[in-house]
């Protein structure tokens, strides 16, 4: 079965780049049927997806975050990448990759069917 | 924006009682094609979350039938049946039809 793993630094100063990275597991990023995306959750708040992107490179964005956020896809690795730049610590949380459906009639990524354990970024000096 | 409220924000319920939370979106959640993109996800303490619920009333793989969804447009509920012990933690609706979002969130408690 497919898994999805986070990695990535605990720790980023504010205002320099948040970078992460999933792992997919047990299947290929390049199966053409699911988008890959990204979810954080707040210290103690509920969640906010980030983006998502396809293994041809397409990609959707929160329009809240848009500016600072680039998702990027390594088929050869299996792998799909977050950026977060310019950071203060209200981008402090768990973040989250995600296996996500997508649907051809809304044109856009959505059930979150397979999720990563989550890893903790802070931002702080 | 599709902006997604959620009642009550706080549930305590008695184990074997039912329970229920209510999702309202801020537009209205059905597709031309007939189908309501709202989701319910639960978050068990400590865990990722979990996808329970699609397109409105679809259980996902290995969810147990106590969990039903229903409603339609701006409206809709998630209904347990019979709570058990292994069904605390945060509950929240999402939408599918624009740019992902969730609602704040149901914490189930035991009473």
């Known amino acids: 079965q497919v898994q999805v793993q986070e990695s990535g630094p605990g720790l980023v100063r504010p205002s320099e780049t948040l970078s992460l990275t999933c792992t997919v597991s047990?299947?290929?990023?390049?199966?053409?049927?699911?988008?890959w995306g990204w979810i954080r959750q707040p210290p103690g708040k509920g969640l906010e997806w980030i983006g998502s992107?396809?293994?041809?490179?397409?990609?959707y964005h929160n329009p809240s975050l848009k500016s600072r956020v680039t998702v990027s896809v390594d088929t050869s690795k299996n792998q799909f990448s977050l950026r977060l730049k310019s950071v203060t610590a209200a981008d402090t949380g768990i973040y989250y990759c995600?296996?996500?459906?997508?649907?051809?009639?809304?044109?856009?990524?959505?059930?979150?069917?397979?999720w990563g354990q989550g890893t903790t970024v802070t931002v702080s000096s | 924006d599709i902006v997604l409220t959620q009642s009550p924000l706080s549930l305590p319920v008695t184990p074997g009682e039912p329970a229920s939370i209510s999702c309202r979106s801020s537009?209205?959640?059905?597709?031309?094609?007939?189908?309501?993109?709202l989701e319910w996800y639960l978050q068990k303490p400590g865990q990722s979350p979990q996808l329970l619920i699609f397109?409105?009333?679809n259980r996902a793989s290995g969810v147990p039938d106590r969990f039903n969804g229903s409603g339609s447009g701006t409206d809709f509920t998630l209904k347990i049946s019979r709570v058990e012990a292994e069904d605390v933690g945060v509950y929240y609706c999402?939408?599918?039809?624009?740019?992902?979002?969730f609602g704040p969130g149901t914490k189930l408690e035991i009473k």
């Open positions: 995600a296996r996500m459906g997508y649907d051809i009639w809304t044109a856009n990524p959505n059930t979150m069917d397979v």
């Open positions: 047990g299947g290929s990023i390049s199966s053409g049927s699911h988008y």
């Open positions: 992107i396809f293994y041809t490179g397409n990609s």
């Open positions: 537009q209205s959640l059905l597709h031309s094609n007939g189908y309501n993109y």
């Open positions: 397109l409105v009333s």
């Open positions: 999402m939408q599918g039809l624009q740019s992902p979002s």
